[in-house]
């Protein structure tokens, strides 16, 4: 790229210029954990954070990432170890385990990875990080060469340094390939459920992801909330699924004691459910909600009385 080329980019978008430079840990360093959620804030909303006071979901989202510290949440960010968390949560209840997306295999380096032992199908990613995701439904048509470049540029970051996420500080970058859960679309619908101390309040679930996503907010009764989150909403009718029930059951049990958490689900082509992941602060707390009154009603749900500085 050339220097007229930089320069036009700095003058077009200096908020995307000033966001990567705080995700440099050299440049970023310099500010606090509590200036860079400033800074962030301000670019995204267009106005000053409460941290003194705040109101919003995203707002408490991110006094939470300052102020609740406990050390499980290193456990639960992580895409491995959140599977052995879950498990250990899972049996004390006296609840079953078989849930969890199982895993194939952990390793240090993409080399490490002998594909030739890996099934037809999979679904690869790092351990550390949020999003770069690939999925292999077929081994001979799987970009390997892609795979290599994305998997070893994201074992080269601490993804704390994105948002500032202090749960995500100190794991270990790995790559995890996991079973590709069988549904009967390529890529399978997710569903999301927002827990609040032991209680889910509400859910989203994406469709189409990676083409044309479309995106859908819920409440517990199942009906459709007017509200949208980077992605529009779809004229999609929903089928409730018949474990419905038993996916809030296990999504409640396991947000006990926290202010939020998420629970990331998927549905297989034969009705069972499994859990992927547990998300502390969905988004970074860096993605608007609109209408900005969804945001407002939202962070109703967040008790900050309920934070651990850990």
Known sequence: MGIKNKVGIVVRRPSAVIEKLLRMPVPGCLFSDRSAVRIYYRLRFKKAINLKNPKSFNEKLLWLTLHDRRREYTRMADKSEAKN???EIFLSRGLEADCIVPTIGIYDSFNEIDFGKLPEKFVIKTTHDSGGVLICNNKKEFDMERARKLMTKNLSYNYYWFSREWAYK???PRIIVEKKIESTESVPKDY???????TAKFW???HDRGADTKLDFYDMEWNKIAATQRYPSSNYEVEKPECWGEMVRYA???SEGYPHLRVDFYVDKYGKFFIGELTLTPSSG?????PEKYDDEFGEYIDLS???PG
């Open 85 to 87: 968390y879950m498990r």
């Open 306 to 308: 309920v934070a651990d």
């Open 192 to 198: 999301k459920i927002f827990c609040f101390n032991g």
């Open 170 to 172: 100190d794991i270990k």
């Open 286 to 290: 860096l993605i608007p909600i609109l």
């Open 204 to 206: 989203y679930i994406t």
């Open 252 to 254: 409640e049990t396991l």
